[in-house]
């Protein structure tokens, strides 16, 4: 598992270096789901595919690019990857990320659950590139690069990736929300009776429209929510193993919680029965996704 853990730290610091010099250009080219594919989406997926043909654990592969999962090795495990999350907000600067899931042989990924993760990573590419990592007691963040040599070692050394966080604990209250798929609330009464809620009581707004920041962040204020319910005009767009079950991963793993938007249990529950499975999604500090469980009458 630190084999594997490793070849995807690589593949972060590789598409750091990527999205520092690649033109952020639409190619013209098309993903599955119709998102037209910035130049900086194609190398990233490059990348990670790269890095789990080289790898020696890795056996499949699967990129939200082209939900598929492939044959790449030899080894034991099934890496799930969302090569860079944020395609249109990417051209505006802004941060995006990588969000990575990773099962083992015994269930590979079709008919697994989040649950059966054996780790997540997600990578945050702003100022600095940070990647989550949950490891056997917690959740971990690492930090990139920082210094052109890399990041020196209590002994002196130099190594590229240093840990910045360890055993990091979301609170279970909260005064930070990021409301996704807003249009909803027009349809949602409970939605709409939600986001009321929080400007009532003066929560802070915090949303970029990248799922990586908007949820990543509650790792660095150790609190946070992310809501995203659905409606007949406003259907899931999140992915299920790309995206919510390795952030429900690592956010329950720092003490957070999940609803699937539907039954109101963790998305970890929910079998994976296709590649391009979408969910709803609420995830963060406990009491708000109970509040948002609550609110949308969630049973």
Same mark, same amino acid.
């Given at each position: 598992? *630190?084999?594997?853990?490793?070849?995807?730290?690589?593949?972060?610091?590789?598409?750091?270096?990527?999205?520092? $010099?690649?033109?952020?250009?639409?190619?013209?080219?098309?993903? $599955?789901?119709?998102?037209?594919?910035?130049?900086?989406?194609?190398?990233?997926?490059?990348?990670?595919?790269?890095?789990?043909?080289?790898?020696?654990?890795?056996?499949?592969?699967?990129?939200?690019?082209?939900?598929?999962?492939?044959?790449?090795?030899?080894?034991?495990?099934?890496?799930?990857?969302?090569?860079?999350?944020?395609?249109?907000?990417?051209?505006?600067?802004?941060?995006?990320?990588?969000?990575?899931?990773?099962?083992?042989?015994?269930?590979?990924?079709?008919?697994?659950?989040?649950?059966?993760?054996?780790? #997540?990573?997600?990578?945050?590419?702003?100022?600095?590139? $940070?990647?989550?990592?949950?490891?056997?007691?917690?959740?971990?963040?690492?930090?990139?690069?920082?210094?052109?040599?890399?990041?020196?070692?209590?002994?002196?050394?130099?190594?590229?990736?240093?840990?910045?966080?360890?055993?990091?604990?979301?609170?279970?209250?909260?005064?930070?929300?990021?409301?996704?798929?807003?249009? #909803?609330?027009?349809?949602?009464?409970?939605?709409?009776?939600?986001?009321?809620?929080?400007?009532?009581?003066?929560?802070?707004?915090?949303?970029?429209?990248?799922?990586?920041?908007?949820?990543?962040? *509650?790792?660095?204020?150790? *609190?946070?929510?992310?809501?995203?319910?659905?409606?007949? #005009?406003?259907?899931?767009?999140?992915?299920?193993?790309?995206?919510?079950?390795?952030?429900?991963?690592?956010?329950?793993?720092?003490?957070?919680?999940?609803?699937?938007?539907?039954?109101?249990?963790?998305?970890?529950?929910?079998?994976?029965?296709?590649?391009? *499975?979408? $969910?709803?999604?609420?995830?963060?500090?406990?009491?708000?996704?109970?509040?948002?469980?609550?609110?949308?009458?969630?049973?």
């Amino acid at each position: 598992l *630190q084999q594997v853990i490793r070849d995807m730290l690589d593949a972060c610091a590789d598409i750091t270096e990527a999205l520092r $010099t690649a033109l952020v250009t639409v190619e013209g080219s098309a993903n $599955t789901f119709g998102d037209a594919q910035l130049s900086v989406d194609v190398i990233a997926d490059n990348i990670m595919w790269e890095a789990c043909k080289s790898s020696s654990v890795v056996r499949e592969g699967a990129s939200e690019e082209d939900p598929i999962v492939r044959d790449v090795g030899e080894g034991e495990y099934t890496v799930c990857w969302d090569p860079l999350d944020g395609s249109s907000i990417v051209d505006n600067n802004w941060a995006v990320g990588t969000m990575i899931g990773i099962w083992g042989s015994e269930t590979g990924l079709i008919g697994a659950t989040g649950n059966d993760q054996k780790t #997540a990573l997600i990578a945050l590419y702003g100022p600095r590139t $940070t990647v989550l990592v949950g490891l056997e007691d917690g959740t971990y963040e690492f930090s990139y690069g920082c210094t052109p040599e890399g990041c020196q070692l209590p002994d002196g050394s130099w190594e590229p990736w240093i840990c910045s966080r360890d055993k990091i604990q979301i609170a279970e209250d909260c005064k930070i929300f990021s409301p996704a798929n807003l249009r #909803a609330a027009q349809e949602v009464p409970g939605y709409k009776k939600l986001v009321d809620h929080y400007m009532t009581e003066r929560y802070t707004l915090r949303y970029s429209g990248g799922l990586v920041p908007d949820v990543y962040q *509650q790792f660095t204020k150790n *609190q946070g929510v992310f809501t995203n319910p659905t409606s007949k #005009a406003s259907p899931a767009k999140l992915r299920l193993a790309f995206e919510a079950c390795p952030f429900g991963y690592l956010v329950e793993k720092a003490g957070g919680k999940t609803s699937d938007g539907v039954s109101g249990g963790s998305v970890l529950d929910v079998k994976i029965e296709a590649v391009d *499975q979408r $969910t709803p999604l609420a995830i963060g500090s406990a009491n708000e996704v109970d509040r948002f469980n609550e609110y949308l009458e969630l049973k």
